[in-house]
């Protein structure tokens, strides 16, 4: 993209947002909420395209946004712990309630064909203001389940509007795919509403309808009761949820006949490509192929992915949440195609030390985590996992660019995508799956090439791998469900997918569990964690600082139980795996009201017809 077509967008999309910062104050406070004249703004295709604009950037987060969703889920081990998984969470905690960005989105929807243009532009362009209004409204519906559906601007004198009861959980999915379903029908497929992956555009509508209607249509399987409600599904309810699985079905088919995109390949770059697609500061232009939606920045400009480094937010003291959790780890396959985890007697392999449990694994584990023998500056600089910012020693690679030149300017500018072609194929086999479809000829088209590009065998399941059965609480055996899990967990690590993953799966428990690390054979002994044959970690149930060492301080005094410094320790005392943040006194549960957020007790007095979630 050439640097002045850049800079217009940008400044467009600057002054979009300034606009939206005018229109979305709280319309309740504001004499008059329609003072910006619609008729003096909305005239043609650019005005449309710069409000447009300013919903995108409304919408698109930056990159510790966007990581920090998973940071709670089962595949992170947070160094603490998060007041919703303990049961000390109440009602009075939840603050959020926000309505305003509707407002800026319905705006646009009741006055954006004022402008003058041809049908076809303006049906493209209310395509992409129903998009956002389906953005939203997926994000209240995962937060809170039953929300009141609003398709206009309120008058703030409507007392009425403003104070009415909730609509049911079926209600809104239904409006949230009929919004979809317009955009996927209207938004333009043409190449100018590709120049930019950022960009609104049929295939990002088509991709968001994937990723919405797998998650409700799992969400109705694995989940016996409306959580809002309390009470079990209708049968129309419950029925509706294979509808959404084959519209899922539906969306990623007309992505994949398309063959606008694919899987970027190079057999001699398996090593290193997966990991490239999160590095590149010109990503945006060299993964076309396979990004579908994404955010673009420009070291030029100034438009940095976060407000500081990622590189510095991996590894800075104050920071110190981004840790694998050895579980997860656990299902990453060898390369053979087979369980690493089938190698071992028992449970046997949570003793394997870190250098051998890296070795001939799926090329995604050490272009996702720290592992003998990385390194940075060209090959220079060899860096070791830091036991004082990630405390499982698992310690992630994925954002994390090779130039140390980032940390000391405090600034990352590598673009990000927020939707791959990856998660078309998941979806699409994980439907299929799902209503029993999945066969190997759906296999061969979706996991397949995705494991191949790993370097890893493909094999077609036919048997249960009885780790992922414990994974999953024993509660999938189905082997081609499993296997597609493991392939999601795998791929998508740290991409903002896998918290709703598990509240759509009925997985709510998998996040309370202590979270594991790597195995330690001794405390106070010298570790050499990147293989150069230099000691770089220590595990210590002393307070110390060792010369040139990282040092993981844990609890244990010889037998006896001491849980008020760290809250780390080791699974057998002085050896062992570590064991997370969690304390052995702590006992938490995770009942169903979890599913759905408690709506502020501030909203539902000031509006009693609201009424509060089941349980809350």
């Known amino acids: ?65 966007f990581i920090n969703i998973d940071r709670y889920s089962d595949t992170q081990a947070w160094d603490g712990e998060l007041l919703y998984n303990t049961d000390r969470f109440s009602v009075a905690d939840q603050t959020s309630w926000s309505w305003t960005q509707l407002r800026t989105i319905n705006y646009y929807l009741e006055n954006m064909r004022k402008a003058q243009a041809d049908e076809a532009t303006l049906n493209h362009y209310e395509g992409i203001g129903r998009f956002f209004r389906a953005m939203f409204y997926i994000d209240k519906l995962q937060t809170y389940g039953a929300v009141p559906w609003y398709d206009h601007v309120i008058d703030p004198s409507d007392h009425d509007e403003l104070y009415r009861q909730r609509d049911a959980r079926s209600f809104i999915a239904s409006k949230i795919l009929e919004d979809l379903n317009y955009a996927c029908d209207n938004c333009s497929a043409d190449a100018k509403y590709r120049v930019r992956s950022t960009l609104v555009n049929k295939y990002v509508a088509l991709a968001m309808k994937a990723r919405f209607c797998l998650f409700e249509g799992t969400y109705r399987k694995y989940h016996t009761n409306d959580p809002s409600t309390g009470k079990a599904w209708t049968s129309a309810e419950k029925s509706e949820g294979t509808m959404y699985l084959n519209e899922c079905i539906k969306a990623c088919e007309a992505i994949m006949n398309s063959k606008v995109y694919s899987l970027i390949d190079d057999a001699s770059k398996r090593q290193t490509q997966y990991r490239g697609m999160f590095i590149d500061k010109d990503g945006c232009s060299v993964f076309t192929k396979e990004w579908i939606w994404a955010v673009d920045c420009d070291e030029n400009l100034g438009v940095r992915n976060a407000n500081y480094s990622i590189n510095d ?3 800075n003291a104050q920071h110190a949440q981004y840790a694998f959790n ?11 195609g087979t369980p690493f985890t089938s ?40 860096v070791a996992p830091d036991f004082t910012y990630s405390k499982t020693g698992y310690q992630p690679i994925k954002y994390l660019t090779d130039y140390i030149k980032d940390e000391i300017n405090d600034a990352t500018f590598s673009d990000f995508p927020l939707i791959r072609y990856a998660e078309i194929l998941l979806d699409y086999a994980e439907a299929k799956a799902e209503l029993g479809q999945c066969t190997a000829a759906v296999w061969d ?13 493909s094999i077609f399941p036919t048997v249960a791998d009885p780790y992922m059965v414990k ?106 795996y570590i064991l997370g943040y969690k304390k052995l006194s702590d006992s938490y549960t995770w009942p169903e009201k979890k599913y759905v957020r408690p709506i502020p007790t501030s909203d539902v007095t000031l509006n009693p017809d609201l009424t509060q979630n089941a349980g809350w």
């Open 1 to 65: 993209m050439e640097d002045m077509t850049m800079k217009k967008y940008i400044a467009m999309a600057i002054m979009a947002a300034s606009l939206l910062a005018v229109s979305c104050q709280d319309f309740l406070n504001k004499e008059n909420p329609n003072a910006i004249e619609s008729e003096h703004f909305f005239t043609n295709e650019t005005s449309l395209e710069l409000y447009a604009n300013g919903l995108i950037r409304s919408y698109l987060p930056d990159m510790l946004d």
């Open 313 to 315: 937010y991996m590894k």
């Open 326 to 336: 050895r579980d997860f780890v656990m299902t990453y396959l060898k390369l053979d």
């Open 343 to 382: 190698d071992y007697q028992g449970t046997s392999y949570y003793n394997v030390p870190f250098a051998e449990e890296m070795q001939g694994r799926d090329y995604r584990l050490t272009q996702t985590m720290k592992y003998p023998g990385f390194t940075r500056d060209g090959g220079k600089m060899h």
């Open 445 to 457: 088209q979706t996991i397949k090439p995705l494991r191949e590009r790993s370097g890893v065998k």
């Open 471 to 576: 994974y999953f609480n024993n509660t999938i055996t189905d082997p081609i469900i499993l296997e597609i899990r493991r392939e999601r967990g795998v791929e998508f690590a740290m991409e903002g997918l896998r918290y709703q993953d598990d509240m759509r799966w009925h997985m709510g428990d998998l996040l309370i569990k202590t979270k594991t690390g790597m195995y330690i054979p001794a405390i106070e002994v010298d570790l050499d964690l990147d293989g150069d044959g230099k000691a770089d970690n220590i595990v210590s149930n002393k307070l110390k600082e060792k010369s040139g060492m990282y040092v993981l301080q844990i609890d244990w005094d010889g037998g006896n139980a001491n849980f008020s410094g760290a809250g780390h320790r080791l699974s057998e005392g002085d050896h062992g």
